[in-house]
């Protein structure tokens, strides 16, 4: 009864493997090994299951590559101050200059749309990169659609193809954790292997 969907839902991800931009994804390592060897550190944000991502890609960027990182995702108490206080427009950008970012640290989005001003739409996002752009930190993403603000801005982006307009959101977040799990387990990038791939057959 769901085998249709099943099919073409796994043949789409299929597609969308090989259409991703392997080049944009080799200089998102080059930069990250950039922020590494300047001591820099990298905030990743997002909103909804990008916020989700952020949270688990933290974990795996200081474990398995020794970049210092962080998200705003992991305090909901002043993720909510800070939407009560100031708005949610800004509880990103407020945040990152509340972390003293500078230009050796980078900002990781995960986002499908990328952010856009004027449609109103993320805007937590277009502002915190406006602050990273302002102050010369590097700017890093992986989006869906036509990428938003974040592929206007960024030094490296990813943006995941679309091959079926109704699926735009889950492959996108899908892609998100393929991309980022891709980069920390790179052999010349990782500084640890992952605790079953260094475990013994």
Same mark, same amino acid.
């Given at each position: 009864?769901?085998?249709?969907?099943?099919?073409?839902?796994?043949?789409?991800?299929?597609?969308?493997?090989?259409?991703?931009?392997?080049?944009?994804?080799?200089?998102?390592?080059?930069?990250?090994?950039?922020v590494?060897?300047?001591?820099?550190?990298?905030?990743?944000?997002?909103v909804?299951?990008?916020?989700?991502?952020?949270?688990?890609?933290?974990?795996?960027?200081? +474990?398995?590559?020794?970049?210092?990182?962080?998200?705003?995702?992991?305090?909901?108490?002043?993720?909510?101050?800070?939407?009560?206080?100031?708005g949610?427009?800004t509880?990103?950008?407020?945040?990152l200059?509340?972390?003293?970012?500078?230009?050796?640290?980078a900002?990781?989005v995960?986002?499908?749309?990328g952010?856009?001003a004027?449609?109103?739409?993320?805007?937590?996002?277009?502002?915190?990169?406006?602050?990273? +752009?302002?102050?010369?930190?590097?700017?890093?993403?992986?989006?869906g659609?036509?990428?938003?603000?974040?592929?206007?801005?960024?030094?490296?982006?990813?943006?995941?193809p679309?091959?079926?307009?109704?699926?735009?959101?889950?492959?996108?977040?899908?892609?998100?954790?393929?991309?980022?799990?891709?980069?920390?387990?790179?052999? #010349?990038?990782?500084?640890?292997?992952? #605790?079953?791939?260094?475990?013994?057959?």
């Amino acid at each position: 009864m769901y085998k249709d969907y099943i099919n073409s839902y796994l043949e789409e991800t299929r597609q969308i493997a090989e259409q991703l931009d392997r080049e944009q994804i080799n200089k998102m390592i080059n930069v990250l090994q950039g922020v590494r060897d300047t001591k820099g550190r990298l905030f990743i944000i997002g909103v909804g299951g990008g916020a989700g991502h952020a949270s688990h890609a933290v974990n795996d960027f200081r +474990k398995l590559t020794s970049i210092e990182a962080y998200t705003p995702a992991d305090n909901v108490s002043e993720i909510t101050a800070r939407t009560n206080d100031d708005g949610f427009h800004t509880i990103f950008s407020n945040w990152l200059l509340g972390s003293n970012l500078n230009e050796r640290d980078a900002v990781l989005v995960f986002s499908v749309g990328g952010g856009n001003a004027e449609k109103n739409v993320s805007a937590n996002i277009v502002e915190a990169l406006k602050l990273a +752009k302002e102050i010369g930190a590097k700017v890093l993403g992986v989006v869906g659609r036509d990428g938003g603000y974040t592929a206007q801005v960024a030094d490296a982006c990813v943006i995941v193809p679309v091959v079926n307009a109704e699926n735009v959101t889950p492959h996108t977040e899908g892609y998100q954790a393929v991309v980022w799990h891709l980069i920390v387990s790179h052999p #010349k990038f990782r500084s640890q292997k992952g #605790k079953w791939e260094s475990v013994a057959k």
